[in-house]
């Protein structure tokens, strides 16, 4: 016979158990739809992803490529290769071409149709996978 | 010259931490009362230069002096005084010596109002705390320096982001930095206990209103940054599983599981290693919190262009500090047993049950935060772990400590009849299915969340009214409510907390399944209608402020035929900065939102235009505060009073 204070160390593990058995199992099906690849536009173009995996695009606006309206459209580039992309929307107060970028969106018949574009609170940050692209690319100049 | 006294008034603190590490440490090892005397005087000299440090560098804010370089880049003259006050601790630097000075003040208290505790448990304490602040003090100084000067002052300053310029923002670090360091004293008390090897419900009773302290300042500092972010980015959002919101939130999720299992120890002595090892968890998670936000390791929207290299630092600290902590856990922590038994129908069983879906949900927080790091450094693939992940994963663990909360809340200490709890909860549980039931028949076709969100958060408050009202004992009414209004502080505290937990519940689940969204170009004099509501954009006019230039949006809003309001979102132009931030209008309610961003201009005087309903939004920061409020009640009752009932035992 066990004695009470052990019956319940066991009973605490086996509650302990389940929950992380149920968390695990939970965290790989959320994964499933949470996880999100970045991907720079030549890798877009190298290796086109299907056109119902949400993802993220990472790279610069292209100069004079920003077309307003309801409708936005522009042009993300790495400096090699360029996707078009539109968003319905208001754009972030820091989307500036030739500034970096991150959209959130679904790649279909060669165009991206973003979602979400994130903005960042300090007009000098570069986020750290456009930085990493554009090192990529052997076009980042880290400024003074 | 004065600020080099700041610099120098750092140096001397950081002296004096060293110091007490050395010194009372060699005092207690040889017992020499002189020598671990020096714990307390030393511990509040740390903390007055601090703060003297602190206000040096305040008033050089204040001053608008440039020829300090931390003011040069983040200040300048044309700023309103709030804000080159809150300049103070809007960067790195300051934020640091906030961090450290908010550290220092805690030994403070514990130095000046200890009495109650034992000599050597006290001077340990004290030992441990400073050993942190030590590490921030040298992190401040060698890495951070903020009293660093230019040669040749600029005329101007570079200015605040003027996105922080926001009276919600400027209150947002110092209350979320008291909620983190505050987990620091649950820290030393645990690592001093370890040392000792002893717990008791004497230990927990300090611990509990320490940690109640840092989870109530984290809970409003949380709620501060997410009505921030609400209604200063425009974007209509609240909460956005960043991995800096993450960051503040684990902590949060911890203390609240610290808090619950102190009461346990406190009451009935059992939980002690699990309680110890969740105070040396909770620090854990804050110091992870800082190191997230402070090195940028993860992309987040929140981001500040910040430096990895001070990173490396920090996290050398969380090493330390986990490390450290949870090796001696793992030593010591088998002399910390208890002989206390329990049935499986009682309050210890519902507690335990609360802590582990507390724990495993900010474990489920921790691998969808950590996960881009881990695929960047092990599968070298980038990635982002997105809102689908966490709600997904972490909902269904928040909806099952709802559904068990109110039984467990009523459960008896030691053994408990379930049916009897049950059968004063049936009116709570009918309430909440058949709202929940008439709700989700009106909205024919909604998601399911509106009438699962009701349904819970009638169970959660209704279930903590019946407690309150079980509680008070009595055969009529009147009686019932005169032992009522006499009733325990804490009693009234959880009740409150646990009502703030349904609102909250109840307003993002509102919020998420029946917002409406409209986006559209307007041309001025145009008319659309929302809902209820008849919007007529009558167009922008433009004017300069102490600081910005704005471009203001008029709307004129109509309900049933009649004028309603007005609202004006703006579109604001900060020269100093070269930055456009937009301001949205909202016209705020109990019942609903109504939330118009202006966009960007389009080339023939037409305008972008976002209009938002957001139903019952209110509640998710009226819950907030609540919960913050009920903490407040439970600290507040005589019977945690540091020196009531705890003897010199410890």
């Known amino acids: ?144 | 010259m004065i600020v080099e006294f700041g610099h120098l008034a750092l140096i001397i603190a950081f002296c004096a931490s060293v110091f007490l590490i050395v010194v009372p440490t060699i005092g207690l090892r040889y017992r020499w009362i002189n020598f671990t005397n020096l714990a307390s005087p030393l511990t509040i000299s740390q903390f007055l230069f601090t703060l003297i440090s602190f206000l040096i560098l305040m008033s050089a804010f204040v001053r608008s002096d440039f020829s300090v370089k931390l003011v040069a880049k983040n200040s300048h003259t044309l700023k309103p005084l709030l804000y080159k006050i809150s300049g103070t601790w809007g960067n790195h630097e300051g934020s640091m010596l906030l961090w450290v000075l908010i550290l220092t003040f805690f030994g403070f208290l514990v130095a000046c109002f200890g009495q109650s505790l034992r000599h050597d448990f006290k001077v340990k304490v004290l030992i441990i705390q400073s050993t942190i602040a030590a590490f921030f003090y040298a992190f401040i100084l060698f890495t951070s320096n903020p009293f660093e000067r230019y040669s040749i002052p600029p005329f101007n300053g570079l200015g605040l982001n003027p996105l922080l310029q926001d009276p919600g923002l400027a209150f947002h670090p110092p209350f979320l930095y008291l909620g983190y360091v505050g987990l620091s004293m649950s820290f030393s008390f645990a690592i001093a206990a370890l040392i000792e090897g002893k717990v008791d419900s004497v230990w927990a009773r300090w611990v509990r209103p320490w940690t109640l302290i840092a989870w109530i300042f984290l809970t409003i500092g949380i709620a501060l940054g997410s009505w921030w972010a609400y209604y200063e980015l425009g974007w209509g959002g609240w909460w956005f599983w960043d991995p800096v919101e993450n960051a503040s939130f684990m902590p949060w999720l911890i203390s609240a599981a610290l808090v619950h299992s102190a009461i346990v120890l406190e009451k009935r002595e059992i939980l002690k290693s699990w309680t110890v090892l969740l105070a040396i968890l909770a620090f854990s998670f804050s110091l992870l919190g800082t190191f997230i936000v402070r090195s940028g390791i993860i992309t987040s929207v929140h981001a500040f262009a910040s430096d990895p290299t001070r990173g490396i630092f920090i996290l050398l600290i969380l090493v330390v500090a986990t490390g450290g902590g949870l090796m001696l856990f793992a030593i010591r922590s088998r002399d910390l047993s208890s002989r206390q038994s329990f049935s499986v129908v009682s309050r210890e069983s519902a507690l335990i049950v609360n802590n582990l879906l507390l724990v495993v949900s900010a474990f489920v927080v921790l691998i969808g935060t950590l996960w881009p790091l881990f695929s960047d450094l092990v599968f070298e693939k980038r990635v982002s772990v997105g809102a689908p992940y966490f709600n997904i994963a972490f909902t269904p663990f928040f909806v099952a400590i709802s559904m068990v909360l109110p039984v467990g809340a009523m459960l008896a200490w030691k053994r408990a009849k379930l049916n009897q709890t049950v059968f004063s909860l049936w009116p709570a549980l009918i309430l909440g299915v058949a709202l929940g039931a008439i709700v989700w028949g009106f909205q024919t076709g909604g998601r399911i969340l509106g009438p699962v969100g009701v349904s819970l958060a009638t169970w959660l408050i209704c279930g903590a009214l019946t407690d309150i009202w079980v509680r008070a004992r009595g055969n009529t009414v009147t009686k019932r409510i005169s032992r009522l209004i006499r009733g325990h502080r804490s009693d009234f505290g959880k009740c409150v907390a646990h009502c703030g937990l349904g609102i909250i519940i109840f307003g993002i689940s509102a919020i998420t399944a029946w917002e409406t969204e409209d986006i559209r170009i307007v041309s001025p004099g145009e008319k659309y209608s929302m809902g209820q509501y008849e919007l007529q954009f009558l167009g922008v006019r433009q004017y300069q402020n102490q600081n910005f230039m704005t471009t203001q949006g008029e709307f004129r809003v109509d309900k049933d035929g009649e004028f309603f309001g007005s609202l004006l979102p703006e579109k604001r132009f900060y020269p100093v900065a070269g930055i456009w931030t937009t301001e949205a209008a909202i016209d705020q309610s109990l019942l609903r939102d109504l939330y118009i961003v202006l966009g960007e201009a389009q080339d023939d005087g037409k305008w972008t235009v976002r209009t938002y309903v957001k139903p019952f939004a209110i509640w998710i920061w009226l819950g907030a505060l609540c919960m913050a409020l009920g903490g407040i009640l439970s600290i507040s009752d005589r019977r945690f009073r540091f020196s009531a009932g705890s003897k010199k035992v410890l």
């Open chain 1, 1 to 144: 016979m066990l004695s009470l204070k052990k019956k319940r160390r066991i009973q605490l593990l086996i509650i302990l158990g389940v929950f992380l058995i149920i968390a695990t199992a939970l965290i790989g099906y959320a994964m499933k739809d949470g996880i999100q690849y970045f991907r720079s536009p030549s890798q877009i173009v190298l290796n086109p992803p299907s056109s119902n995996e949400r993802f993220r695009l990472g790279g610069l606006v292209k100069e004079d490529s920003w077309v307003k309206g309801d409708k936005h459209q522009f042009l993300v580039t790495d400096n090699s290769k360029d996707i078009k992309v539109t968003y319905r929307g208001i754009l972030p107060d820091l989307f500036r071409e030739g500034q970096g970028v991150i959209a959130t969106g679904y790649f279909k018949d060669g165009l991206f149709e973003a979602i979400e574009i994130l903005a960042k609170h300090d007009e000098n940050y570069i986020p750290k996978e456009v930085m990493e692209t554009l090192k990529d690319q052997g076009v980042y100049k880290p400024s003074s």
